[in-house]
């Protein structure tokens, strides 16, 4: 993982990922009770801005000083009121220290090796707040062979199971399954487990 290649790809276009925030987290977080949301690996913010317009009090974190900004930049034209529900962090996942307790814990498609995905996934249950929800999207590891798009190397990529296997031990398990995406080049195959930390 090299923040300087992720600033060149953001800083090269206008919008990486698009605006809308994806329709799978909106359906996962928009149920649960507004609290404190961390979403990892935030990129430009959509969903860390979709979140505070929703009223979610958000720490938006990214290794990416440009991708940062550019949200930041955008959430300059909300209201300030949202605006005030938005903090942006600069931080590598690998080894940053989560601070405090989250209602809703986010990652969308954010894909690390196996013991550094093991690991930050461990420490994100353990920042849940009792009842907060961890929601995980990501690229399945039969994308490669069976979808399209997504990042090519299977070290990276994982299954509903793996993710299971990562935190089932402190949290309780609600969705663990596969989802299939029509994009413009074809069928792409998503992993999403939603699990909770115990009252």
């Given at each position: 993982m090299d923040?300087?290649?992720?600033?060149?790809?953001y800083a090269s276009t206008e919008l990486v990922w698009g605006a809308p925030p994806n329709?799978?987290?909106?359906?996962?977080?928009?149920?649960?009770?507004?609290?404190?949301?961390?979403?990892?690996?935030?990129?430009?913010?959509?969903?860390?801005?979709w979140l505070a317009l929703n009223a979610w009090t958000v720490t938006?974190?990214?290794?990416?000083?440009?991708?940062?900004?550019?949200?930041?930049?955008?959430?300059?034209?909300?209201?300030?009121?949202?605006?005030?529900?938005l903090t942006w962090v600069e931080a590598d996942l690998t080894s940053w220290d989560i601070p405090g307790e989250f209602s809703l814990i986010i990652s969308a498609y954010l894909h690390f090796p196996e013991t550094e995905r093991r690991d930050l996934m461990r420490r994100c249950a353990q920042a849940l707040a009792p009842g907060g929800t961890l929601v995980v999207l990501g690229h399945d590891s039969t994308n490669i062979a069976e979808g399209v798009g997504g990042?090519?190397?299977?070290?990276?990529?994982?299954?509903?199971?793996?993710?299971?296997?990562?935190?089932?031990?402190?949290?309780?398990?609600?969705?663990?399954?596969k989802l299939h995406r029509a994009t413009e080049k074809g069928v792409a195959i998503d992993c999403l487990v939603t699990a909770h930390r115990p009252s």
């Amino acid at each position: 993982m090299d923040a300087q290649a992720w600033d060149d790809r953001y800083a090269s276009t206008e919008l990486v990922w698009g605006a809308p925030p994806n329709p799978v987290i909106v359906a996962q977080a928009w149920p649960l009770h507004r609290g404190r949301a961390l979403d990892l690996g935030c990129g430009e913010g959509r969903h860390a801005i979709w979140l505070a317009l929703n009223a979610w009090t958000v720490t938006a974190v990214d290794f990416s000083r440009v991708a940062l900004n550019k949200g930041a930049t955008i959430a300059t034209k909300l209201p300030r009121r949202t605006r005030d529900r938005l903090t942006w962090v600069e931080a590598d996942l690998t080894s940053w220290d989560i601070p405090g307790e989250f209602s809703l814990i986010i990652s969308a498609y954010l894909h690390f090796p196996e013991t550094e995905r093991r690991d930050l996934m461990r420490r994100c249950a353990q920042a849940l707040a009792p009842g907060g929800t961890l929601v995980v999207l990501g690229h399945d590891s039969t994308n490669i062979a069976e979808g399209v798009g997504g990042p090519q190397d299977p070290e990276v990529l994982y299954t509903p199971e793996d993710i299971v296997s990562d935190v089932e031990d402190l949290l309780t398990i609600d969705i663990a399954q596969k989802l299939h995406r029509a994009t413009e080049k074809g069928v792409a195959i998503d992993c999403l487990v939603t699990a909770h930390r115990p009252s």
